[in-house]
């Protein structure tokens, strides 16, 4: 018997292509991509079957033992030979051949039913065998044609495996074998079983219980240490308040998604005793509220208070940070503790603008009035200099309490001689002063930040106000009542008794 090269025209109805004509000696049928004829499905083995031509006569041979082939509804035995004829159907896992000559070539019509297989149809009973007849015994002839056939498709089946070359009716690269044929089969997205939507349910739900429980029971581990009891307490104790409402421990109140920490600060301390205002070299330097009161220190910590340590800690030669591109140096280097005369010349700038808007009436009273004392008539003394003198002298004699054992007036206030020794318009004593700033500029004096500035230090926002308008740059337990100041208040004289 003599195979021949022959002519097949492949139609694939499943996959809406155009037909294809193929001139083989024998048409491979299978799942492997060395097939000529690729149906990709795993009740497909990888070299299924063949069909080619001999003697005239196109023959289907049958190679799955797993898996099973019909012609015309009936079973092909293993390593068997079946003549096609026009008409004839064969099916092959979910597939359907559909066998019709065309001249000289064997037309193969291919379509897809996925809810029938060989195996559903053997165990109906649809088979020729299960329905009572006998099957038809194999002649002589087609015994012989089955035994030269095994002979041609041994070799084939063979080189299946080791063929590299792709089908010209599907082009892929090659799978590689890895075991089994079954493993090595990739199904196509309509055979792929979506996620059920369940699993995302339960995986959000998993994910908000896990969030929950780390944000209420290691609430810690997120900070260094504690909040302030400021921020700590329901109700507010200190009256007028300088917030909004009490935090009561509310990590949200600062911490947002959408909105800055500095912005939601700032938002809260906005009430009619406080506005949270910086200066303006605070805000070219970009910094906000965080930079100076910095949180989470300890219950005993003290916003207000430790800000005068980050003061001291930003403003020195040390750091060598720059703030949008400006460094910072240690203040007042040749004028001790502050003491803003140098050589004889005021170098203190005056009272900004922004700030001498937030004083009283009677303060710029007071100012004129000690300008007016400080000074001769007809005196050639710098006009700048002299306003300077005047309002550095008024703040301090203003309703200012002497502390630290300073000597004070009848009514326990600051004086002029409460810093200095002598004075007069001609000879002022510029040297006590520079040993007594510290003595009321030392920082805060309760409380586990207590010394936060040395003793020989000055308090820095006692001059550099920070927040213009809280009006809080002495502090309220270090001012007599505003009432008893008096606009004719004379230099080293207390003001009058109510």
């Not at 005068?308 to 001790?336: F, R």
């Amino acid at each position: 018997m003599q195979t021949e090269a022959s002519k097949f025209i492949i139609n694939r109805e499943d996959l809406n292509v155009d037909p294809v004509t193929l001139v083989t000696d024998g048409l491979k049928i299978g799942r492997a991509p060395s097939c000529e004829l690729v149906l990709n499905h795993p009740m497909v083995s990888r070299l299924h079957a063949g069909i080619n031509d001999a003697d005239g006569r196109y023959y289907l041979y049958n190679f799955s033992h797993s898996s099973g082939t019909t012609l015309n509804g009936r079973v092909v035995a293993i390593e068997s030979a079946e003549v096609l004829a026009d008409g004839d159907v064969v099916q092959i896992g979910p597939y359907f051949l559909r066998i019709s000559r065309a001249g000289d070539a064997l037309s193969i019509g291919v379509t897809l039913e996925v809810a029938m297989t060989v195996a559903d149809s053997e165990s109906r009973g649809e088979t020729p065998q299960t329905q009572g007849q006998q099957a038809p015994q194999p002649s002589k002839e087609s015994t012989e044609v089955a035994a030269a056939l095994g002979v041609f498709w041994e070799k084939r089946k063979r080189e299946a495996g080791k063929m590299q070359h792709v089908s010209p009716l599907r082009p892929q690269k090659p799978q590689r074998v890895l075991g089994k044929a079954r493993f090595n089969w990739t199904p196509t997205r309509d055979l792929v079983r979506p996620w059920p939507f369940s699993v995302f349910v339960w995986g959000f739900a998993a994910v908000a219980v896990l969030s929950i429980v780390a944000a209420v029971v290691y609430a810690q581990t997120y900070s260094p240490a504690p909040i302030s009891s400021a921020h700590a307490r329901g109700k507010f104790t200190s009256q007028p308040p300088i917030a909004r409402q009490a935090n009561a421990t509310n990590c949200t109140a600062c911490h947002t998604l959408t909105v800055s920490m500095d912005k939601n600060c700032a938002s809260c301390h906005e009430t009619p005793a406080f506005r949270p205002t910086i200066t303006d070299a605070h805000k070219a330097a970009g910094l906000g509220c965080t930079a100076c009161h910095v949180e989470h220190q300890g219950t005993e910590y003290r916003p207000s208070v430790a800000s005068l340590q980050t003061c001291t800690n930003c403003h020195n030669d040390a750091n060598k940070k720059t703030y949008n591109g400006h460094g910072v140096h240690t203040p007042h280097p040749q004028t001790g503790f502050g003491y803003p005369v140098v050589n004889g010349k005021w170098v203190w700038t005056g009272l900004p603008d922004a700030e001498k808007q937030q004083k009283t009436p009677e303060l710029q009273r007071i100012i004129d009035n000690v300008r007016s004392q400080l000074v001769p008539p007809n005196s050639a003394r710098d006009p700048d200099d002299l306003h300077r003198s005047a309002e550095f002298h008024a703040l301090h004699i203003h309703r200012v309490k002497a502390v630290g054992g300073l000597p004070a007036n009848r009514d326990g206030e600051l004086s002029c001689s409460s810093c200095h020794k002598f004075f007069s318009p001609v000879n002022v004593d510029r040297e006590t002063p520079r040993a007594t700033c510290g003595t009321c500029h030392n920082g805060d004096r309760g409380g586990k930040f207590e010394n936060v500035l040395a003793a020989d230090k000055p308090n820095c926002i006692s001059c550099h106000v920070q927040h213009l308008e809280a009006r809080r740059e002495w502090g309220r337990a270090l001012l007599n009542d505003l009432s008893a100041a008096s606009p004719n208040l004379q230099l080293g004289d207390a003001p009058p008794q109510k």
